[in-house]
């Protein structure tokens, strides 16, 4: 189980601060499949870097009942200068995973073949977002963490996720952050809107996609 | 419980650290020519340069102590309080990436790159006085355990100091301006150059705030043992070091809490 108490989120400005999460509270269940809906700027990726830990919270708590993966995302977790397989090793390392079993399951997940030993600032974001999923599932963790990322994929990729995420792993959990409802619609079970630094929790995604309609 | 938590967060960082060492070796030295060995052979050039120049210099000012020991005893300990710090000045930002997996730290970043400037900058010591004792430009230090102990001084110095101006550097640009002439000017005070025997009391005084010219005191006076008289006050150097790893803990801290991933 996940679960975020009165998180409250602050960034300083140039005058003053700006409040972008005031009190959030959700709670994921194993295998729950949870959406977040948002405007750009709304504190979505935020919300995801606080939940995996990579920041830290000003108020409230965090708490992780689960092995959470971190945020796949467009940017950050590779180092650009690297090769995809250096940055592989890097994070069987640095997740206690053996790097010998870990190689096969990402070169057959990602396809990126040759690739796999150019640098990653050379991928293309869709081939990026092939190399994080693909580790992600390597490591084996309880929840995904996915910051807009699954959009970029093409239709093989889309495939690929639905056997592998969708139907092998029913068990794992998962936060998809997006400003387009139709990813959130397709693969979550429920849903919430982030707005004006306050989260809207909807048992379903039909009545959050309402919500979201009349905010947007 | 406590202890089984304690131990598996021991394991843990461990790991990060070994990570991180391993992706800074391939970061900074790659796989190309001699690769891993430029962490210690670039510290080498350094020290063999330093001490060209001084021995060539030295035959014009006539001899107070045997050059080559002077000066690979001076410059190795400059390698130890100058280029730890200027290892972690800026050092988050190109590191940021990796900061998006929650087990990869500040301080295991710090401590990954500090371990390999030490290392470095001791295979270099070592390797280059033991090359010239070979070869008979250099006796063997008189008392081994003093030697060690100035070089351990001398790299907790560094690493307290690089751990402080590199996480006030996170806070504010000028650190990284100012860094540069500070190092740059500290040269010549450090005690690398001189021995605090050679200047008027005054001198000795003032030279003797510095922390690092302590260090340098107690690596000569092992080396050279009672060719030299050595001024040092190993309860201020350690009172320093011990304040400025406190600080820069402190520093590190705050920096880490405010840290945002791109």
């Known amino acids: ?216 | 419980m406590h202890a089984t938590s304690l131990s598996r967060s021991l394991v843990l960082q461990g790991r990060v650290i070994g990570a991180l060492l391993m992706r800074e070796v391939i970061t900074r030295y790659g796989r190309h020519n001699i690769g891993f060995f430029w962490l210690f052979v670039e510290p080498m050039l350094f020290t063999l340069g330093v001490t060209a120049l001084w021995s060539l210099v030295q035959h014009s000012s006539g001899a107070r102590l045997p050059i080559v020991a002077f000066a690979v005893t001076g410059y190795s300990s400059v390698l130890l309080w100058r280029n730890m710090p200027n290892r972690l000045v800026g050092a988050v930002g190109p590191n940021l990436a990796l900061m998006y997996h929650r087990n990869v730290k500040v301080m295991d970043m710090y401590i990954a790159r500090l371990a390999l400037e030490a290392v470095g900058a001791t295979i270099s010591f070592i390797g280059l006085s033991s090359a010239f004792v070979v070869m008979g430009w250099m006796q063997p230090p008189q008392d081994l355990a003093t030697v060690l102990l100035g070089w351990f001084m001398l790299t907790w110095f560094g690493a307290a100091l690089a751990i402080f101006v590199g996480a006030i550097s996170e806070r504010t640009d000028l650190v990284e301006k100012i860094w540069a002439p500070i190092t740059y000017l500290m040269f010549p005070l450090s005690g690398a150059a001189y021995m605090v025997d050679w200047l008027p009391p005054a001198g000795q005084k003032a030279a003797l705030y510095l922390p690092m010219v302590h260090g340098v005191e107690i690596l000569r006076e092992g080396y050279f043992g009672s060719a030299v008289r050595a001024h040092y006050d190993l309860g201020y150097m350690a009172t320093v070091c011990l304040a400025l790893t406190v600080l820069g803990l402190a520093q590190e801290r705050y920096i880490s809490r405010r840290l945002a991933p791109e």
């Open chain 1, 1 to 216: 189980m996940i679960e975020l108490v009165n998180v409250v989120k602050r960034y300083p400005m140039r005058r003053g601060h700006t409040t972008v999460l005031d009190h959030v509270n959700l709670r994921v269940e194993r295998g729950e499949k949870v959406g977040i809906l948002g405007r750009n700027g709304s504190g979505k990726s935020t919300l995801i870097r606080l939940i995996s830990g990579a920041e830290s919270v000003d108020k409230g708590s965090v708490r992780r009942g689960m092995r959470i993966s971190w945020p796949l995302a467009f940017g950050g977790a590779f180092q650009g200068t690297l090769t995809g397989l250096d940055n592989l090793r890097f994070i069987c390392r640095i997740y206690g995973i053996d790097i010998a079993s870990a190689i096969p399951k990402v070169e057959a997940f990602s396809e990126l073949g040759a690739y796999l030993h150019e640098p990653v600032k050379t991928y293309s974001s869709g081939m990026r977002a092939r190399l994080g999923f693909a580790l992600s599932l390597a490591v084996d963790f309880d929840c995904l963490l996915i910051d807009e990322v699954i959009a970029v994929g093409d239709s093989r990729f889309h495939e690929k996720c639905n056997t592998e995420i969708f139907q092998k792993r029913k068990d794992l959990a998962m936060i998809i952050v997006s400003h387009q409802p139709d990813t959130i619609i397709e693969h979550c079970d429920r849903a919430a809107v982030l707005q004006a630094g306050k989260l809207h929790d909807f048992p379903d995604v039909e009545q959050a996609y309402d919500f979201y309609k009349g905010v947007v």
